[in-house]
């Protein structure tokens, strides 16, 4: 399992890296917590979440060079949830996701990890452009994806699912411009004011 490990991506307080059969129990509680994944179509047993990593998380890293990696608190070596980039069906464009067990929520540890995997998707994977997938009513992943300066673009439906989810894409200042963004007190700044954060992160890429 840790043979062709993806890089490390190192931030202030958080390590993104490649999976080790260590990390194979607490993936296993956080697809196992109703809280995590209330708005999956199932929790999933042990087993199954074993399954996810080997047989999709592993090979996409393989295929692609990029994919989800483990995020570990740097300071406790806890591993907090997972974090990166995925290539879907019914997408043109990479997606960023992320999940993170609940006791590592609401602490900003999402907003560092994705904004090391968009340096990482920008400056060595050579991606110009990320789109996020979210359900609707996931109030936190959006709120998330607003803090990395994405906004609703529109609603569709992913090859074999049932129901829809939204598409989140970047803010631009064009679409500003065009109006096809509110162009608010609070968007405006927010997208500088993530500008600045990209350009200080500090994230350092491992290879």
Do not use: K
């Not at 993936?27 to 199954?48: C, G, I, K, Q």
């Not at 990696?69 to 990166?84: I, N, Q």
């Amino acid at each position: 399992m840790e043979s062709g490990s993806p890089p490390e991506l190192r931030g202030e307080r958080v390590l993104l890296r490649g999976w080790s059969a260590d990390d194979l129990a607490p993936f296993a509680a956080l697809n196992a917590d109703p809280r995590v994944m209330e708005h999956y179509p199932s929790t999933l047993t042990r087993e199954e979440s074993d399954l996810f990593v080997r047989e999709r998380i592993e090979p996409h890293f393989a295929e692609h060079g990029f994919g989800l990696w483990v995020v570990v608190h740097r300071e406790s070596g806890a591993c907090t949830g997972l974090c990166g980039l995925v290539r879907r069906d019914g997408l043109d464009d990479v997606d960023i996701g992320y999940a993170f067990l609940p006791a590592f929520r609401g602490q900003g540890y999402a907003v560092e990890s994705a904004l090391g995997v968009r340096a990482h998707a920008r400056d060595v994977a050579g991606l110009t452009r990320l789109v996020a997938i979210v359900s609707p009513g996931n109030g936190p992943s959006i709120r998330v994806l607003e803090q990395l300066g994405m906004h609703f673009e529109r609603l569709l439906r992913l090859p074999g699912d049932t129901s829809d989810v939204a598409l989140y894409a970047p803010v631009t200042y064009d679409l500003l411009e065009l109006g096809e963004v509110a162009p608010d007190e609070f968007l405006v700044p927010r997208v500088e004011r993530q500008l600045t954060i990209n350009a200080n992160i500090g994230f350092e890429t491992l290879i």
